[in-house]
């Protein structure tokens, strides 16, 4: 479904289509070229970094964080390479670029994805299974 932006005065006439087969937040200029693109997931966790996190209560005597409340975190990176891909046309090498620039945009075009995936693999395997854990023990 494409949504055309009305409202924002900087973002007028630019068109955000979700992408419901690959799960993604596309942005496309006003001649209908292509921006740039988020996955469901990303858009997802950085609406939720928004809220914020209740403490669970203290179950032993002495003062401790628990690890719930540890592990949300909003990563700053996440957001520096979201700035990035919009700025660099999702990655896209302007076509007099040189090699190493070409290297340069697909060297960050791959990290991006790696910090997504480990963020991913954090926040939705490894600290939801710690957190189990946790909880487990301190019954």
């Not at 937040?25 to 988020?38: D, H, M, Q, R, T």
């Not at 002495?62 to 990563?75: D, G, K, M, Q, W």
């Not at 520096?80 to 660099?88: C, G």
């Not at 896209?92 to 040189?98: L, R, S, V, Y």
Request: glycine letters at 6%; charged letters at 25%; hydrophobic letters at 35%.
């Amino acid at each position: 479904m494409k949504y055309p932006v009305s409202l924002s005065l900087r973002h007028k006439g630019k068109i955000l289509e979700l992408d419901e087969a690959r799960e993604m937040v596309v942005l496309s200029g006003v001649n209908g070229e292509a921006i740039g693109g988020l996955s469901w997931d990303f858009v997802i966790d950085q609406i939720l970094a928004y809220h914020k996190v209740s403490v669970q209560k203290e179950i032993r005597s002495e003062p401790r964080i628990s690890l719930a409340f540890r592990v949300r975190y909003n990563t700053p990176e996440g957001v520096r390479f979201e700035k990035i891909s919009l700025l660099s046309n999702t990655y896209t090498c302007p076509p007099d670029g040189c090699n190493t620039f070409q290297v340069t945009y697909q060297t960050l075009k791959d990290f991006e994805q790696d910090l997504h995936r480990h963020i991913h693999l954090e926040n939705n395997i490894l600290f939801k299974k710690a957190i189990v854990l946790e909880n487990e023990l301190t019954k």
